[in-house]
T-cell receptor, first 108, second 115 residues
């Protein structure tokens, strides 16, 4: 059973479209992180959110941490084929637990 | 920035043999390291927490006698898969926390294939 529920699990969209990935939990986290992973490689950190209600922007990516620090979302604007990959959220307390991941495919 | 290395990056072994995977923090010390396993098209699942100088803490369902963890120094943790079977074939990733509570540095992973 995943501590973090991530949705959708798979997403295939056309270049230029917007998308949102959700990460939900019944647990409170001291921080939450989003990673992107390419096949055969370790995950690469995109962002860390710490404060409830926090919003961070990284170019076309917007990350939000829920007020209660139990959930988060990742919004990508005008997706590009280079955004294709596995996106993972991870809740941090004494250790780090990952969501199931969202496999995004952006078609040109 | 902080770097974590893993060795080997990939290994193929025969069923019944043992395989050792190393995880090193290259420019910082880590009293704790985490070992994850990732099956194809799935997420990372925490296997165990490696503690320098003491016993590792295993997650529920992970056999401690099968997955031996040794954290002998502040920069090295090893995971030994004993009596490997094909179902142990997976991508094994380690990580080490940084100074800040939310910092975590991941290794590049080790692809294990048991034939």
């Amino acid at each position: 059973t995943q501590l973090l529920e991530q949705s959708p699990q798979f997403l295939s969209i056309q270049e230029g479209e917007n998308l949102t990935v959700y990460c939900n939990s019944s647990s409170v986290f001291s921080s939450l992180q989003w990673y992107r992973q390419e096949p055969g490689e370790g995950p690469v950190l995109l962002v860390t959110v710490v404060t409830g209600g926090e919003v961070k922007k990284l170019k076309r990516l917007t990350f939000q941490f829920g007020d209660a620090r139990k959930d988060s979302s990742l919004h990508i604007t005008a997706a590009q084929p280079g955004d294709t990959g596995l996106y993972l959220c991870a809740g941090v307390n004494n250790d780090m637990r990952f969501g199931a991941g969202t496999r995004l495919t952006v078609k040109p | 920035g902080a770097v974590v290395s893993q060795h080997p990056s990939w290994v193929i072994c025969k069923s019944g043999t043992s395989v050792k995977i190393e995880c090193r923090s290259l420019d910082f010390q880590a009293t704790t390291m985490f070992w994850y396993r990732q099956f194809p098209k799935q997420s990372l699942m925490l296997m165990a927490t490696s503690n320098e100088g003491s016993k590792a803490t295993y997650e529920q369902g992970v056999e401690k006698d099968k997955f031996l963890i040794n954290h002998a120094s502040l920069t090295l943790s090893t995971l030994t898969v004993t009596s490997a079977h094909p179902e142990d074939s997976s991508f094994y990733i380690c990580s080490a926390p940084g100074l800040a509570s939310h910092e975590q540095y991941f290794g590049p992973g080790t692809r294990l294939t048991v034939t």
